[in-house]
């Protein structure tokens, strides 16, 4: 079913494919849908053995929803940031997860960095500027390229498969990755607003694909 809606959706021209320098702006996904996301375009060479993913979200969602979905035709949770219920922040590689518990503040922007890397199984989830306690998960593992990125949703098959009751509500902004694990001190430069080359998604040259209603706006953080 949500194949042939993204067909359709193609043959109407309700989305349009972009490359754009995105500083300064957010997507805003302002309702609760199972059809509203942004796909995203990786420059990937090689499989992954390591990375960062960066980005700021701001949402007052008390249920469970996807940030960030990077799924292969083999594994649809090669990568997943996911927000539970509980408060807890789920990060999946390969399949398998482990949980965070940052602490609980009022709604406002925050900050994520997820890092992992094959040759320690070492992960990390940073939130505005600090980090939770390591932890480890699929330690020798590699991540496939042909993949399928996405904001807004959980991926349960490539490219598809959505729930709308996982799905994103608020603003995603200045989503940068890179293939390798930054240092404390070049995560917390990225958090300060500084720009560090990254080499699979670039916010500032980023290529996208909007589906459904998502928009373009100011992002609400400095």
Known sequence: MEKL???????IGLFSASEA???GQAFVFPTQSAVSFVSLTAQLKRPLRAFTVCLYAYSDLT???SLFSYATRTVDNEILLYKE????????VGGAGVNFRPPVRPPAPLHFCMTWESASGITELWVDGKPMVRKSLKKGYSLGTDASIILG???DSFGGKFDEEQSFVGDIGD???WDFVLSPDEINFVYAGGTFSPNVLDWQTLKYEVFGEVFIKPRLWP
């Open 63 to 65: 249920r469970a929803y």
């Open 85 to 92: 219920k509980t408060g807890e922040y789920s990060l999946t």
């Open 5 to 11: 809606l993204l067909c359709f959706l193609l043959s």
């Open 153 to 155: 949703q959980e991926q």
């Open 21 to 23: 320098d995105l500083n």
């Open 175 to 177: 989503v940068n990755m």
